[in-house]
């Protein structure tokens, strides 16, 4: 298994540099040669994990895409993944890590134009962020309990995360480098969308290059609009792990796409699959999620042995001999689990393919082999889990197939996902 990985990494180094469609930011360049380049940067709460941050990354697209309506020509820069809470497989380096490694950059720029953070640097002339905000909301909440849109500078509510250096320029995590600085920070309490940040972003900061920090804080323009899952769309999976995905799948799933009737299009604005047009291998998929889940005693959330009788229980009804199960189950936990369903698929990835593809890309190749199942069942309210109801929606599978959740042992109203319908 580890030498088709490798194969499959040698495939990357070619991807990365082949222009397999016409990204928009080239196309960008002769019209609007009159523009100012404006660089966005953008992070995240520290502890949100990996899908959470997926989901801003939509938020900021969306921002990104009304900004360059009138104006500048802004340009998305993506913020390096590291450092997150559940990223905790020892020994591996998992800071610094550009999105090429996770998402196809090519995909992304057909959506919006967005470069790495390593690239911004040059374009730059140095690791300099010429005004960093921080979202908060509003101290005083929403005031008589209306809801209005509304940004103000603020003075900072939580103690700021960032600090003054001898030179009086500001220093903060910034992903990991350390030799990042800002020339300015300034807190604002924001409550709403997040392109009420526009007016802004082109009237009061006018620098360069502009960093909102707790970007969480603003919410989706349009959730599951036409924007929206565009952007969505565009977040195609890096090359070389739909490969060991596909791979794995052939391997230990008996699942192809020919047979499974699930084509892809690395082109994502030429993919268009009918509803209901995908089959799916010949296996359950399973996202189990545990750890903060279970901490918690959530009610939503079952007992290993009240996941495992579902899991047969959907096996039995749907005619399926084999099970596929992606969780973050802990080594008692997974010890138990293993005791539960012996039968069950997993990917566990060697010490060595695991440096290779670290926390993140495990993770995505979990949800691309869920996302190929015939049936899936998911964890209540889990991004990650959310995240394979999308890729099975751009796949073209029967929403039946797709939003199931488990339900805690004891829980009443067990309330299933929401189908959110693609929109061309
Ligand atoms: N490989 C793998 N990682 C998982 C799985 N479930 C959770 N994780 C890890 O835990 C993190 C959960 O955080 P997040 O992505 O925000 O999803 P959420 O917390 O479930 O909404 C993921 O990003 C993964 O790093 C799983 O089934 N497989
Ligand atoms: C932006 O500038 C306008 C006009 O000067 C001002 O009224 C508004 O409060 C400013 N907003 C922010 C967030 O600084
Ligand atoms: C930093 O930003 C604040 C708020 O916009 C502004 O009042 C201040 O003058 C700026 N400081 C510097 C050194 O540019
Ligand atoms: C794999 O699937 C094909 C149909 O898609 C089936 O004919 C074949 O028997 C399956 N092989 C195994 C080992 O289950
Ligand atoms: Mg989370």
């Avoid at 350390?178 to 006018?206: D, W, Y």
């Avoid at 073209?396 to 004891?410: A, I, Q």
Wanted: net charge neutral; proline share 4%; with cysteine.
């Amino acid at each position: 298994f580890f030498l088709s990985i490798f194969v499959a990494f040698a495939a990357l180094q070619t991807i990365q540099s082949e222009d397999v469609f016409s990204a928009s930011r080239t196309a960008s360049v002769s019209i609007s040669a009159a523009r100012d380049l404006r660089y966005l940067l953008y992070d995240v709460n520290p502890p949100e994990g990996f899908n959470l941050r997926r989901d801003v990354y939509i938020r900021m697209a969306s921002l990104v895409k009304t900004l360059r309506k009138e104006g500048d020509d802004w340009v998305l820069v993506l913020p390096p993944w590291g450092r997150l809470y559940h990223w905790q497989s020892p020994d591996i380096h998992q800071i610094r890590i550009p999105w090429g490694e996770f998402f196809s950059l090519t995909s992304l720029q057909a959506n919006v134009p967005v470069i790495e953070y390593e690239e911004f640097i040059a374009e730059n002339g140095g690791p300099f962020i010429d005004q960093v905000l921080v979202l908060q909301n509003y101290a005083e909440g929403w005031t008589d309990g209306k809801w209005e849109e509304k940004v103000d500078e603020r003075a900072c509510i939580e103690k700021l995360l960032y600090t003054k250096d001898k030179q009086g320029y500001y220093r903060g995590w910034f992903w990991g480098y350390e030799e990042t600085r800002a020339r300015n920070v300034t807190c604002l309490s924001a409550q709403g969308h997040a392109s009420i940040m526009a007016p802004v972003l082109q009237k009061n900061f006018t620098a360069v290059s502009v960093m909102l920090d707790r970007a969480e804080t603003l919410l989706h323009d349009h959730y599951a609009g036409k924007d929206y899952w565009n952007t969505r769309r565009s977040m195609v999976f890096a090359k070389h792990l739909r490969l060991i995905g596909d791979d794995f799948r052939a391997k230990y799933l008996n699942s192809t796409d020919d047979t499974d009737r699930t084509l892809y299009n690395e082109d994502w604005t030429r993919m268009k699959s009918k509803p209901g047009s995908a089959i799916g291998g010949p296996y359950l998929g399973v996202h189990l999620r545990r750890k903060d889940f279970i901490w918690g005693h959530r009610d939503d959330v079952p007992s290993l042995k009240g996941a495992a009788k579902k899991i047969r229980s959907m096996m039995k009804k749907h005619k399926l001999q084999t099970v596929f199960v992606a969780t973050d189950a802990d080594g008692e936990e997974l010890r138990e689990l293993k005791r539960l369903l012996p039968d069950m698929v997993r990917f566990e990835p060697s010490k060595e393919d695991l440096e290779l593809l670290r926390d993140g890309g495990v993770a995505i190749i979990d949800q691309w082999i869920c996302a190929h199942a015939r049936f899936f069942i998911g964890t209540s309210v889990s991004t990650f889990s959310f995240r394979i109801h999308e890729e099975r929606e751009i796949l073209g599978f029967d929403p039946k197939t797709t939003y199931n959740r488990f339900c805690g042992d004891s829980e009443k109203k067990c309330e299933q996902p929401t189908h959110w319908k693609i929109v061309y």
